[in-house]
């Protein structure tokens, strides 16, 4: 018999609204080895096997394999020279590439939440909690809570934007910039300022001009050795 909550929640959504998933053991998977490499067990370079991912989960080589090619595919592992994959070098110039993406795609989503008309009310609301977990979180240093509500600063303003099709293109980026903000927050000497960049661009979202949002963008998501 259907679960009663259940269906009184289904019905406060339109009826043709996404199912909700539960999640599989391939999404289990990706998600640990998301994880190794974001918190240093898996390093760059490192070599990747079913078997070895298989054994050390405890499940059978297909969701192994499956969650290996998804992450081949976006280009978190890549082909090595012997059977397996190994971890992607997020070298330098690596990372410059993907914050040469993540700004040519934020921009376009602050510029639909931002666009002129636009009640920013929501937005901020939104916000508010979030910001108020990484002001809690910033003398943790817990590298992987901060990494995901960074995440999810920037996930709710692209889910506020009204362009899916962007939402959906910054979520292709997510993982990687996990793994960044992985090692950006467990180095950072001053995670009182990383917050500060969040204050900064709530009060850019709540008055600040169109005209004056890829200074402020390129500031955020500058290295923090070169912010000024």
């Not at 996990?178 to 709530?202: K, N, Y």
Request: glycine share 6%.
């Amino acid at each position: 018999m259907p679960d009663a909550g259940n269906l009184i929640a289904a019905r406060r959504r339109p009826a043709l609204s996404p199912i909700e998933r539960a999640r599989t053991t391939t999404d289990e998977v990706e998600e640990r080895l998301i994880l190794a490499i974001a918190t240093g067990d898996k390093a760059f370079g490192d070599r990747i096997t079913e078997a070895e991912i298989a054994a050390a989960l405890k499940v059978s080589r297909v969701p192994a394999r499956e969650a290996m090619k998804n992450l081949l595919l976006r280009g978190v592992l890549v082909e090595g020279e012997q059977r397996g994959l190994r971890v992607s070098d997020y070298s330098e110039a690596r990372v410059a590439e993907l914050f040469e993406l993540r700004l040519a795609i934020e921009k376009i989503i602050f510029q639909h939440a931002l666009r002129d008309g636009r009640d920013r009310a929501p937005l901020l609301e939104a916000l508010a909690p979030i910001l108020d977990r990484m002001r809690s979180l910033s003398g943790s240093g817990d590298a992987v809570a901060l990494s995901t509500v960074d995440l999810d600063f920037h996930r709710t303003v692209a889910h506020h934007s009204g362009n899916e099709l962007a939402a959906q293109i910054w979520e292709g980026l997510a993982q990687h910039m996990f793994i960044v903000f992985c090692r950006d927050w467990s180095t950072a000497s001053d995670r009182t300022g990383e917050v500060q960049l969040h204050e900064t661009l709530v009060e850019f979202i709540r008055n600040g001009s169109l005209k004056d949002l890829e200074a402020v963008l390129k500031r955020h998501f500058s290295d923090p050795a070169h912010r000024s």
